[in-house]
């Protein structure tokens, strides 16, 4: 299996193209140069930041079908849904554009016999790990609110989505985005490490898998950095009841297909009443046994694409094995294609509660359901999870739901609606699923220096 840079067809496992890892020697010379270019940035007004930030916007908008195509060939993502990424990366640095000063404003503070404030300031230079999922979207959501704060941003990309990230490099140098202060680098999990220790280094945030979000954690603790977490979720998806068995089993179904089911916050685990059980998982079988493979330029939403690497899909496989052999059923798909990263989609039921595999993320086209008889034993069966990055709830009577909905133990609990995200509403979760926020006011208060401005009156 290829390793390092490289653009990978995950549709064939051919390599298309590889990508030299940076030298120590470079690496030295981009934290400096971002060392000092974060210091002239942090100095600018922030409206003239503001200019820059808004032509990020417009490049990730006026270059969306460029951008679609080469995470399609990169990992495998329908060419509308990486349309869609970069409209939706478009919204995000606008949203900071144009709400950033009012979100770093100065707050006075109420004291005796003196003018305090408290400011929010910049830190420094960050680092930023991003994965492969949505190769511009997790960039933008890091990217957006730091360098409207005055941050400067090294920004490590997944070793597959080399040419996304060049592609955003190229966004930021021709918008204007001063040398230095984004800087992508292709640089080695060593040298990562190492970066996390260097003192002009003021933080690091990483989106990627717990076993990953462990060791950065572990090496920003050690060295004292602030820390963004972002790592995955199995969220519950919980079904009370329906007027229409079919539709609810088709929305459920399209939502968990989103990115070949490759989404932190998709809906992993199904939830369903009892009394609509056996239609709602007969509908999931129907929609899973219509699917057949193709590549990233098929727009049939029957058409299934790979998964991002022959290693993903072949994980995904080994952990549907384990699953049956612990007693689930595989009623549909699962199957593992004899070349590529295609993984058949799967209706799975049956996963024993305490099996270890039950409390494991599924990444990939996989909707796993069980059956429940009471609200209690929803709410209950949805909180027994490692992770805790979102919950859904859905019924006819809103206050049942909201009722379900207030006891979800995540960071996003949603009520009726699968369309809760935008730029302006919080992302993060608690539990494994890591900790910090991202996007919406809060996203400009993590890497920010909440500092203290008091003048005495003498």
């Given at each position: 299996?290829?390793?390092?840079?490289?653009?990978?067809?995950?549709?064939?496992?051919d390599v298309v193209?590889?990508?030299?890892?940076?030298?120590?020697?470079?690496?030295?010379?981009?934290?400096?140069?971002?060392d000092?270019?974060?210091?002239e940035?942090a100095?600018?007004?922030?409206?003239e930041?503001?200019?820059?930030?808004?032509k990020?916007?417009?490049?990730?908008?006026?270059?969306?079908?460029?951008?679609?195509?080469?995470?399609?060939?990169?990992?495998g993502?329908r060419?509308?849904?990486g349309?869609?990424?970069?409209?939706?990366?478009?919204?995000i640095?606008?949203?900071?554009?144009?709400?950033?000063?009012k979100?770093?404003?100065?707050t006075?503070?109420?004291?005796?016999?003196?003018?305090?404030?408290?400011?929010?300031l910049p830190?420094g230079v960050?680092?930023?790990?991003?994965?492969?999922?949505f190769?511009?979207?997790?960039?933008a959501?890091?990217?957006?609110?730091?360098?409207?704060?005055?941050?400067?941003?090294?920004l490590k990309?997944?070793?597959?989505?080399?040419?996304?990230?060049?592609?955003i490099?190229?966004?930021m140098?021709d918008?204007g985005v001063?040398?230095?202060?984004?800087?992508?680098?292709?640089?080695s999990?060593?040298?990562?490490?190492?970066l996390?220790?260097?003192r002009?280094v003021?933080?690091?945030?990483?989106?990627?898998?717990e076993?990953?979000?462990?060791v950065?954690?572990?090496?920003?603790?050690?060295?004292?950095?602030?820390?963004?977490?972002?790592?995955?979720?199995s969220?519950?998806?919980?079904?009370?009841?329906?007027?229409d068995?079919?539709?609810?089993a088709?929305?459920?179904?399209?939502?968990?297909?989103?990115n070949?089911g490759?989404?932190?916050d998709?809906n992993?685990?199904?939830i369903?009443m009892d009394?609509?059980?056996?239609?709602f998982v007969?509908?999931?079988e129907?929609?899973?046994?219509?699917?057949s493979?193709?590549?990233f330029?098929?727009?049939?939403?029957?058409?299934?694409q790979p998964?991002?690497?022959?290693?993903a899909?072949e994980?995904?496989a080994?952990?549907?094995?384990r699953?049956?052999?612990s007693g689930?059923q595989?009623r549909?798909?699962?199957?593992l294609?004899?070349?590529?990263?295609?993984?058949?989609?799967a209706?799975?039921?049956?996963?024993?509660r305490g099996s270890?595999?039950?409390?494991?993320?599924?990444?990939?086209p996989?909707?796993?359901?069980y059956?429940?008889?009471s609200?209690?034993?929803?709410?209950?069966?949805a909180?027994?999870?490692?992770?805790?990055?979102g919950?859904?709830?859905?019924?006819?009577?809103?206050e049942?739901?909201?009722?379900v909905?207030a006891?979800?133990?995540?960071?996003m609990?949603?009520?009726?609606?699968t369309?809760?995200?935008?730029?302006?509403?919080?992302?993060?979760?608690?539990k494994?699923?890591?900790?910090?926020?991202?996007?919406?006011?809060?996203?400009?208060?993590?890497f920010?220096?909440?500092r203290?401005?008091?003048?005495?009156?003498e």
């Amino acid at each position: 299996m290829s390793t390092g840079y490289r653009v990978e067809n995950p549709a064939t496992g051919d390599v298309v193209e590889t990508f030299d890892t940076a030298t120590d020697a470079q690496l030295e010379d981009v934290l400096s140069a971002a060392d000092a270019a974060q210091r002239e940035w942090a100095q600018r007004p922030i409206a003239e930041r503001a200019q820059i930030v808004s032509k990020v916007a417009a490049l990730f908008d006026e270059r969306k079908d460029e951008l679609g195509r080469i995470i399609g060939e990169e990992m495998g993502k329908r060419l509308t849904e990486g349309v869609e990424e970069a409209e939706y990366c478009n919204e995000i640095f606008q949203y900071f554009a144009d709400n950033g000063e009012k979100f770093s404003q100065e707050t006075t503070l109420d004291v005796d016999g003196a003018s305090a404030v408290l400011e929010r300031l910049p830190v420094g230079v960050l680092l930023g790990i991003m994965p492969w999922n949505f190769p511009y979207y997790q960039v933008a959501r890091f990217a957006a609110p730091n360098l409207m704060l005055g941050n400067a941003i090294l920004l490590k990309h997944a070793e597959i989505c080399p040419r996304s990230a060049a592609a955003i490099q190229q966004i930021m140098d021709d918008a204007g985005v001063p040398a230095g202060v984004y800087t992508n680098i292709y640089a080695s999990h060593d040298q990562i490490a190492a970066l996390i220790g260097d003192r002009r280094v003021a933080g690091v945030s990483l989106t990627g898998s717990e076993r990953a979000g462990a060791v950065v954690g572990a090496l920003a603790g050690q060295h004292l950095k602030k820390a963004v977490l972002e790592l995955g979720g199995s969220d519950p998806y919980i079904v009370l009841d329906t007027d229409d068995v079919k539709a609810a089993a088709e929305t459920a179904w399209g939502l968990r297909m989103y990115n070949t089911g490759q989404a932190c916050d998709s809906n992993k685990r199904l939830i369903v009443m009892d009394d609509i059980y056996d239609e709602f998982v007969a509908e999931l079988e129907k929609l899973a046994q219509a699917a057949s493979p193709g590549d990233f330029t098929a727009e049939d939403a029957t058409v299934y694409q790979p998964l991002s690497s022959r290693g993903a899909a072949e994980r995904l496989a080994e952990q549907l094995s384990r699953a049956k052999d612990s007693g689930a059923q595989i009623r549909v798909g699962g199957e593992l294609s004899d070349s590529g990263a295609y993984v058949s989609p799967a209706v799975v039921t049956d996963i024993p509660r305490g099996s270890d595999v039950y409390y494991e993320e599924l990444f990939g086209p996989v909707a796993t359901v069980y059956k429940v008889t009471s609200d209690e034993e929803a709410l209950e069966l949805a909180n027994d999870s490692q992770f805790g990055l979102g919950g859904t709830v859905f019924s006819r009577d809103p206050e049942r739901a909201k009722k379900v909905g207030a006891g979800l133990e995540v960071g996003m609990a949603k009520v009726n609606t699968t369309a809760a995200e935008g730029a302006n509403v919080p992302f993060g979760g608690v539990k494994r699923s890591g900790f910090g926020r991202e996007l919406g006011p809060v996203g400009m208060d993590e890497f920010v220096n909440k500092r203290l401005y008091w003048v005495g009156e003498e």
